[in-house]
């Protein structure tokens, strides 16, 4: 089944040109997805009236992620750093400090996430858009 990532239905019947890339992010979330029995295994696509919002939604992403990661880069400065400030070294708290910076940046990337979309088809959408302006 064809699925549009941003309405979620099955656009078997429109027409979709834009198809969603099948990273790394994605095939995690697929691996969780089946362990835990609610995998559909469904193909993602962006469906034609949802590239505009397909577009605002990839780089509102794009611009959490970089602040995820500044947040995640904070966590371990405030953590990790300020006992050495106070002139102790604890391997193990920069260690924790790591970690949980690391569960932060993973979690809120991946419960924000908005995949991209092959190449092939982001040309094809340029093309689009050249043509209706
Ligand atoms: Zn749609």
Not at 73 to 90: E, K
Not at 111 to 123: D, L, R, W
Request: hydrophobic content about 45%; some cysteine; proline content about 2%.
């Amino acid at each position: 089944m064809k699925v549009c990532i941003i309405c979620q239905k099955d656009e078997t019947k429109t027409s979709m040109k834009l198809k969603v890339k099948d990273d790394q992010l994605i095939r995690v979330i697929r691996t969780i997805k089946s362990s835990i029995g609610v995998a559909k295994n469904n193909e993602l696509y962006v469906c034609d009236s949802d590239i505009q919002a397909y577009k605002e939604r990839r780089k509102k992403f794009e611009r959490d992620a970089v602040l995820f990661g500044a947040v995640s880069i904070g966590i371990i400065l405030v953590m990790g750093g300020l006992p050495l400030l106070a002139g102790q070294f604890n391997l193990f708290i920069i260690l924790v400090s790591v970690l949980v910076a690391a569960f932060f940046f993973l979690f809120a990337v991946l419960f924000k996430y908005v995949p991209a979309v092959t190449e092939g088809s982001i040309n094809a959408t340029t093309t689009i858009n050249k043509k209706g302006k």
